[in-house]
């Protein structure tokens, strides 16, 4: 159909004033006095709605008025400056078609409503101010993460989400299977015979793409993988979902330095792209959702990360002990609480810790020549904790194998990983950054439930 | 690092000619004579390499001579134009230093290996020349297809990947669970208990995000996902995989011929994008896998796609039934063999073929005014058969009841679908682009095998 997104209306005022156009959307409010009626229309293409104003001139105006709030029209009309209004212009109608009718037991009416009372209508939450601002932030930022790398000539690489490894025992995971539960296939003595599910074996969804985007990144140097992880933990908080987006780039001949610097400008990047992108989004967030955040995000922008060991951070700590429900010493891993204080009370700007002792990261991470501690980063940010978690890799194949070793690994499981060691190693690095936390440090959005389109996390699976 | 791309070695001619860089990279092959030897060195960032010449003025000559393909290596010299030769320019070495070796028995030696045999080796098979042009080609066709969104202001939403409702019916589905399989909790009569499972009732991995997007595109106009998608059919074909990943725009005030215009505007899009971007992958694709690919593709993008009624089409293919292994007649489903007859032999070009009777179409496709057929279109290609399938969607709630009522399709199941109807139902359409099959047509790749980096298909499921 020929309709002018609003969207344009606003990018191109001075092309549309005094000009006829057609919209198509959805009314946010309607009012009408006995001659004239308003109608507040959003399309969705862009943050602000569009005002019209329609007369008793018009046939079908007793019957326009009648409509619901989220009732869907066509409007044809011309574009009048308004100088001195809320809105920089309006559209005098000609026609309101109405394309279709909203029942009066529509949910979202014209008032205030909770985060709570929106989650319980995933399927219609979408047309309200916030979380349109929420899911279009969420798709520039997606954006701006693929555009970061891939002009930097990494690699998109799909690692899979049905997998028949663990990874690094990185979390609890869901099992998939065809195999009818009513009547689970069973061998002789009695086991779940896997021979009868669809791959032959047990498999389970991913919690990490990273031992297979490794394996990517031996061939083309930089890749990075943005794709559902899934975690089967039984944690209700606001900041864990079952299902969840990660970005996992992998940098081969780079060691944690690069790979903190890679990190420190992918955030930058992705922060100025929806602040210039998502301008009238980002003014919503700052005035109803978190005062300050601008000036936040601007100032993450503006500074260089801080930097510190993990020996230094806890040496830092342990002097505020007395303010901790756990209590820090050398060996013990970051709590939220220890990582918020860091970044927020300390650094006041996100923070990148380093060189975590070995026994609280994970096997794949290259250990120091002190021979205690590993090449691991986290970075911290204000109001979140944990963003991203980062490491250099051991690429001594013999090292690795004594870690996996003394961690009583299955290295025969993990022979696609050593053979990286054994054909080219290279010094090589990653990160991880968990996109919905993204998304809640950009909107300062609270709830993870509040930045997924429908959210699942434990006992929830609507729609 | 401060390392140089050899893609900025190739893209920037002038600007390294005479300089002294620093290039790190794995040995495709290497050879050498008494007193002078030849590294062909490839580091992930172009698909060419880069030829090193060192000799024995290194005081590692004897060392470097012996290490064997797949090495890697760190090379600092002089970039010297080298005109007349296969290369424009080489590397004339005063340092080589190893990185990491590779053990004789590295799998990928200088020769032609079947891709049979590479798929056996889905961890290294990148790093040969198909495979790396491969997975960059589908790198840069996901971009792709971001950018043509992004710039059309279409918003990218992420539906879930575990799913309580099974969308269409459009195939067998996986079942995600935490129970356990050994021992599956039954209730006292005997039925799995499922308040027992992690989300409280059965869900599975989706087949299609389709549902869930439409309830976005009533917020946003247009939108678009692009995220994996799972069938559990044991179908062992070339062109089925059990994960692959899917690209679904949904957009409002838009009919059946707005959503071919799109598609058509997509592809057109994609491949004019690849071919620019990917010149040197495309070239070997052109040469070594399809002759006459680039030809095609380049066709594809200069001529408008075919538009038949399914009614014509089948009135065209009954002409040459003693062709087909399966005879067409009104109101059956095309095979592959038909759709490639028609896109092949007929058209000679991409075709869209439209209105196909409702029987053989899902639930939620708009029905026409004869009552007999829906707005649906599925565009055809060459080599592939249907690469696209989309429609209009019914928009009006009584018609669509209807349906499911003949269908006998749970209506409870689908509240949040029908409410789209109930409030401010417009006109709107959407199609579905099975990203695998786009890349199998970009590259000229025969098996959807070798354009996933871990196929998963019936039986298999490695690392």
């Known amino acids: 159909m020929d309709l002018v997104d609003i969207r344009a209306l606003f990018e191109e005022q001075e092309k549309y004033a005094g000009q006829k156009v057609t919209v198509g959307g959805w ?14 229309l959003n399309d969705g293409t862009y943050f602000k709605p569009l005002q019209i104003v329609y007369s008793d001139a018009l046939s079908n105006f007793a019957e326009i008025s009648k409509l619901n709030v989220g009732a869907a029209v066509i409007a044809t009309g011309t574009i009048v400056a308004t100088p001195g209004a809320k809105q920089p212009f309006e559209m005098q109608a000609e026609t309101v078609e109405i394309e279709g009718q909203s029942t009066a037991d529509y949910p979202l009416q ?50 899979p989400l049905i997998t028949g490894s663990d990874c690094e025992g990185a979390g609890e995971m869901f099992q998939v299977t065809t195999m009818d539960l009513n009547n689970v296939p069973k061998t002789e003595d009695g086991a779940v015979d896997y021979s009868k599910d669809f791959f032959g074996k047990p ?33 209700n908080t606001t900041r864990h979902a079952a299902e969840f987006w990660m970005i996992e780039p992998e940098m081969c001949f780079a060691d944690l330095k690069d790979d903190c610097d890679t990190a420190e400008a992918m ?7 929806v602040l210039e992108h998502c301008p009238e989004e980002m003014a919503f967030f700052n005035e109803f959702i978190d005062k300050g955040l601008i000036d936040r995000l601007n100032n993450v922008v503006n500074n260089e990360f801080g930097r510190i060991s993990y020996t230094e951070a806890i040496e830092l700590l342990e002097k505020h002990n007395d303010k901790f ?15 918020r204080f860091l970044t927020e009370e300390i650094f006041k700007k996100p923070v990148f ?53 003394e961690l009583g690994m299955k290295k025969d499981e993990y022979q696609f990983y050593l053979d990286l060691r054994k054909y080219g190693s290279v010094r090589h690095a990653g990160f991880g950054l968990g996109f919905e936390r993204c998304v809640m440090y950009l909107t300062g959005m609270a709830n993870i439930r509040d930045v997924e389109s429908f959210p699942r996390t434990v006992g929830n699976c609507e729609l």
């Open 203 to 235: 498999v389970n969804l991913t919690v990490s793409g990273q031992l297979n985007v490794e394996t990517y990144a031996f061939a083309f140097k930089n890749v990075y993988t943005f794709g559902p992880t899934f975690r089967a933990e039984n944690s």
């Open 27 to 40: 009314i946010r409010s309607i009012r009408d006095s006995k001659a004239i009626g308003f109608i507040v």
């Open 353 to 405: 810790v380093t060189d975590y002792p070995k026994e609280i990261k994970a096997f794949y991470m290259k250990l120091n020549p002190d021979g205690k501690t590993v090449a691991a980063a986290d970075c911290l940010v204000p109001g979140i904790g944990e963003i991203i978690g980062g490491s250099q890799r051991e690429d001594d194949l013999a090292i690795l194998e004594k870690r996996m070793d």
């Open 325 to 339: 429900d756990y209590k820090v010493s050398w060996g013990c891993d970051l709590q939220t609480e220890h990582e």
């Open 267 to 273: 955030l930058k990047y992705v922060i100025s792209y």
């Open 110 to 159: 014209k008032k205030r409503h909770t985060l709570e009372f929106l989650r319980t209508i995933p399927h219609l939450r979408a047309r309200t101010n916030t979380f349109e601002a929420v899911f279009k932030v969420r798709s520039v930022a997606a954006y701006a993460i693929h555009s970061f790398f891939q002009e930097r000539n990494f690699v998109y690489v799909h690692t």
